[in-house]
């Protein structure tokens, strides 16, 4: 018995290192030390680049309310960039303010608000995030919002 639980911890160690970072929940890095080579699979933000991290959770909101979200950006070494953040992708009746905001050189996350409007699509939407540097590549992710009835 004792032999089975420790074949299924290995398994399970040796299932989670061989996991990457390709599936739907893809999370690119920007900037301008990014390339293929240092996208995904790294556990700390290569040099020159960063990445955008939302909330791991659907948010969920009523019709005809309101929540704050908080996007924040992991920064490499000698990234010092401000980064304007665009979203597709919403669902009829969600709004977010500031419309295009930036997170900037000196600071590490922007708190949003998400507004839903009387009328809002009811459902799990995905909204995409992506952040744009002055100069480099701009890093993408994604995260959902559950709009239900009010």
Known sequence: MKRFGLGLLALGIAGFI?????????NTSGGPGANA???TGTLTQPESTFSLDVPNLSTSIK??????VKISLSRGKNFDQDVTLKFDNLPKG?????????IKHGDKEV???????DDAAIGKHTINVTGQPATGDKATNHFDVTIDKK
């Open 18 to 26: 061989g996991c990457d970072n390709t599936g739907s929940h893809k």
């Open 63 to 68: 019709q005809s309310e309101s929540k704050t």
């Open 37 to 39: 080579s240092n996208k």
């Open 111 to 117: 708190t949003l608000t998400i507004k839903a409007a």
């Open 94 to 102: 969600l709004t977010i303010e500031p419309a295009s905001p930036s």
